[in-house]
């Protein structure tokens, strides 16, 4: 009789479970989705800024990453 050693600790059914968009950021000049990150800048407040410069045309930008604190969220509740 074979042992069954590897048993998935949590079987997760990945239907019907709500999907979350996220846009990758693009460069305000080019629309290019392509950058090379420089640095992230940690806010007071939770959110990231990623200071970036574009790949295609060299056009320096920031990302501003925000994290809503649990509870405070305008959205669903879990
Ligand atoms: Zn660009």
Do not use: H
Not at 31 to 37: E, K, L, S, T
Not at 62 to 76: D, L, Q, R, V, Y
């Amino acid at each position: 009789m074979p042992t069954k050693g590897t048993k998935k600790a949590e079987r997760i059914r990945w239907d019907g479970v709500p999907i979350v968009f996220v846009q990758r950021a693009t460069c305000p000049s080019c629309g290019g989705a392509r950058y090379i990150r420089s640095r992230t800048v940690a806010g007071g407040d939770g959110s990231r800024t990623k200071l970036v410069v574009c790949k295609i045309c060299r056009q320096a930008f920031k990302i501003c990453e925000e994290f809503p604190e649990t509870g405070n969220s305008a959205g669903g509740v879990w």
